[in-house]
């Protein structure tokens, strides 16, 4: 089996068809700067006079485009995260048109208006499903010592197994290595430096890898002031994986969902390493050579939304093209057991020093009252 680490920039799939032909406002109609900003990067370039503001340069809208655009603004620009899960505050839609009650400050209101009025909704405050912030019951008996060892053992006899070929060929990033031409700087870290990532502990060392080069520079938070090195590595035999990237086919609801709960799981912030260290420790308990893991970064990556919904169903579970819109969204990493280099599962075929020589952020804007 061959990895495939997905484009970097994923399909929207809350993004709506535009219609170009009808062009009601313009990116120089709104007062707010984040969202005339957002407005300019969504909006087409038309040196047609804005129906609204009269403006020839800024960016034309439609209504689909305006409808996205108080999407990303307010919806995804409210989303909080919990220590599991994540919902916006605000959401919007055609029943609540004429009937918005959010606060927004002083200098967005016009603006909203204007979005009311061209698009024909309204702006509310989202009440979500509860599942949505972590209300998931194998992902709470995960978080209970008592409870957690008999969903580990779920895990491990519900999430597929995957054989990785011999000759597959990965990535393993170092910053400041003491001896950067020494292949075996390469291999997991000593047990005495175990224990700081999401899946090593103190009593067994993993060595984290890629197929993405530029994932690996984000998981390890390189920046232009390190000396980073970049070992490209062949597995030398096939290897057996617990492959945790996978869509589980479920029955019940998302409050049942052990595939929710393992996606929330990686997802969450260094709080939950502790479940996901006990989770390998069982996967290497259990004969596997490793696991095949969703990346932290996934969605920054991929260009993704936490927790998407349509009318509060999760499009992870209820997407016509489920599959295909979970892979669109995940980044997969390896994670191997023990110490390959030393046991000799894989070798390093080069190690090459690599320059950072760009950086550069995407993001957009937000309301900061509501």
């Given at each position: 089996?061959?990895?495939?680490?997905?484009?970097?920039?994923?399909?929207?799939m809350?993004?709506?068809?535009?219609?170009?032909?009808?062009?009601?406002?313009?990116?120089?109609?709104?007062?707010?700067?984040?969202?005339?900003?957002?407005?300019?990067?969504?909006?087409?370039?038309?040196?047609?006079?804005?129906?609204?503001?009269?403006?020839?340069?800024?960016?034309?809208?439609?209504?689909?485009?305006?409808?996205?655009l108080?999407?990303?603004?307010?919806?995804?620009?409210?989303?909080?995260?919990?220590?599991?899960?994540?919902a916006?505050?605000?959401?919007?839609?055609?029943?609540?048109?004429?009937?918005?009650?959010?606060?927004?400050?002083?200098?967005?209101?016009?603006?909203?208006?204007?979005?009311?009025?061209?698009?024909?909704?309204?702006?509310?405050?989202?009440?979500?499903?509860?599942?949505?912030?972590?209300?998931?019951?194998?992902?709470?008996?995960?978080?209970?010592?008592?409870?957690?060892?008999?969903?580990?053992?779920?895990?491990?006899?519900?999430?597929?197994?995957?054989?990785?070929?011999?000759?597959?060929?990965?990535?393993?990033?170092?910053?400041?290595?003491?001896?950067?031409?020494?292949?075996?700087?390469?291999?997991?870290?000593?047990?005495?430096?175990?224990g700081?990532?999401?899946?090593?502990?103190?009593?067994?060392?993993?060595?984290?890898?890629?197929?993405?080069?530029?994932v690996?520079?984000?998981?390890?938070?390189?920046?232009?002031?390190?000396?980073?090195?970049?070992?490209?590595?062949?597995?030398?035999?096939?290897?057996?994986?617990?492959?945790?990237?996978?869509?589980?086919?479920?029955d019940?609801?998302?409050?049942?969902?052990?595939?929710?709960?393992?996606?929330?799981?990686?997802?969450?912030?260094?709080?939950?390493?502790?479940?996901?260290?006990?989770?390998?420790?069982?996967?290497?308990?259990?004969?596997?050579?490793?696991?095949?893991?969703?990346?932290?970064?996934?969605?920054v990556?991929?260009?993704?939304?936490?927790?998407?919904?349509?009318?509060?169903?999760?499009?992870?579970?209820?997407?016509?093209?489920?599959?295909?819109?979970?892979?669109?969204?995940?980044?997969?990493?390896?994670?191997?057991?023990?110490?390959?280099?030393?046991?000799?599962?894989?070798?390093?075929?080069?190690?090459?020093?690599?320059?950072?020589?760009?950086?550069?952020?995407?993001?957009?804007?937000?309301p900061?009252?509501?």
């Open positions: 089996m061959q990895l495939q680490v997905l484009g970097k920039r994923g399909i929207n809350t993004e709506l068809q535009t219609d170009n032909s009808n062009m009601l406002l313009c990116s120089n109609c709104f007062e707010d700067e984040g969202l005339r900003i957002d407005a300019d990067k969504i909006g087409h370039e038309s040196l047609d006079e804005c129906p609204n503001c009269k403006s020839k340069i800024g960016k034309k809208l439609s209504k689909d485009l305006i409808r996205g108080a999407w990303r603004f307010f919806v995804s620009g409210t989303t909080i995260r919990c220590n599991y899960g994540a916006p505050v605000i959401q919007t839609n055609e029943h609540h048109y004429g009937k918005s009650n959010i606060c927004p400050s002083p200098w967005l209101e016009n603006d909203i208006k204007l979005i009311e009025d061209t698009a024909r909704i309204g702006f509310f405050h989202y009440g979500p499903r509860l599942w949505m912030v972590g209300e998931v019951e194998p992902l709470k008996d995960l978080q209970s010592e008592s409870k957690r060892e008999a969903i580990i053992q779920r895990v491990i006899q519900e999430y597929p197994e995957r054989s990785i070929p011999r000759g597959t060929k990965f990535y393993r990033l170092r910053v400041n290595p003491k001896r950067p031409a020494e292949p075996m700087e390469y291999d997991s870290p000593p047990v005495e430096f175990s700081n990532g999401r899946l090593d502990s103190s009593d067994l060392s993993v060595m984290y890898g890629s197929q993405d080069i530029d690996c520079i984000h998981e390890c938070r390189a920046s232009i002031n390190d000396d980073i090195y970049v070992a490209t590595l062949k597995t030398s035999q096939d290897l057996r994986f617990l492959d945790l990237t996978h869509v589980l086919e479920e019940g609801t998302e409050f049942e969902s052990l595939d929710m709960a393992i996606h929330m799981l990686f997802l969450a912030k260094s709080h939950s390493y502790e479940i996901s260290r006990a989770i390998v420790k069982a996967a290497e308990k259990a004969g596997f050579d490793g696991v095949i893991y969703p990346s932290f970064f996934s969605l990556i991929t260009g993704g939304h936490p927790f998407e919904t349509s009318y509060g169903l999760s499009l992870r579970r209820y997407h016509p093209e489920r599959e295909r819109y979970s892979d669109t969204y995940t980044i997969k990493n390896l994670a191997l057991f023990g110490f390959p280099l030393r046991s000799e599962l894989v070798k390093v075929a080069s190690i090459n020093r690599l320059v950072i020589t760009h950086v550069g952020y995407q993001g957009h804007f937000g900061v009252e509501y």
